[in-house]
């Protein structure tokens, strides 16, 4: 069975900080990892990582993908309390037509 | 563009009874899927449609839940009857084709809290 992991399941951190989200997977027949911030209800698309070495930028987010070892990282550096949210990484598998979700990440910015 | 839509955005109903929910996507979107996401966990899928078709339903508890897309348009999603492991936000996503690598769009989701 398909299988992602998130860790840490909670991080708590100060305004300005720099924090590092994991995501790991075992799936069959790895397509893509799709990485989504939640902020109460509605997941929103932040990056899409289809090849291993080669990071995704946009502003203070960062990520990339280690195809090798199974993992990414979402790098976001001078945290805003903003960024409170919850970040989930999710994997499509080829042949198969949908997202396998993680359990998510809950990250809180404290001013 | 509008985004994708839902209602109702919070539902409160008794174990044994009946719910349905709502979902409009983005115009022009072929593709619609409805998650159930339980607090803590990530969303799972329950259903995607391609237009008026169903394209993967292995998830979905096909004894108390059931979800139409009669004109490949707006969905339902309804279970009958509910049971209190139903608590949960369900999410209803678009996107153009169904190609996997493509953005899904999520609305906002309902809250059912099942007593």
């Known amino acids: 069975e398909d299988k992602v992991v998130q860790s840490p399941l909670s991080l708590v951190v100060h305004e300005g900080d720099t924090v590092t989200l994991n995501c790991s997977y075992e799936?069959?027949?790895?397509?893509?990892l799709l990485w989504y911030k939640q902020e109460k209800k509605a997941p929103t698309f932040l990056f899409m990582l289809t090849s291993s070495g080669i990071g995704k930028k946009s502003g203070r987010l960062s990520s990339i993908l280690d195809k090798k070892e199974l993992f990414s990282i979402l790098n976001i550096t001078a945290t805003q309390t903003g960024d409170s949210a919850v970040y989930l990484c999710?994997?499509?598998?080829?042949?198969?037509?949908?997202?396998?979700f993680g359990q998510g990440t809950r990250l809180t910015i404290n001013p | 563009e509008a985004g994708v839509a839902q209602s109702p955005r919070y539902k409160i109903i008794e174990k044994r009874q009946s719910v349905a929910f709502w979902c409009n996507p983005i115009s022009g979107h072929a593709t619609l899927y409805w998650y159930q996401q339980i607090l803590g966990q990530g969303p799972k899928l329950l259903i995607q449609f391609q237009n008026n078709g169903v394209v993967d339903d292995s998830q979905l508890p096909k004894d108390r839940f059931s979800a139409e897309r009669l004109k490949g348009v707006d969905s339902t999603l309804k279970i009958q009857p509910a049971k209190l492991e139903d608590s949960a936000v369900y999410l209803c996503a678009s996107s153009k084709t169904g190609n996997p690598q493509e953005t899904q769009y999520f609305g906002p989701g309902t809250r059912l809290l099942v007593l």
């Open positions: 799936v069959t027949n790895f397509r893509s």
């Open positions: 999710a994997v499509v598998t080829q042949g198969a037509q949908k997202l396998v």
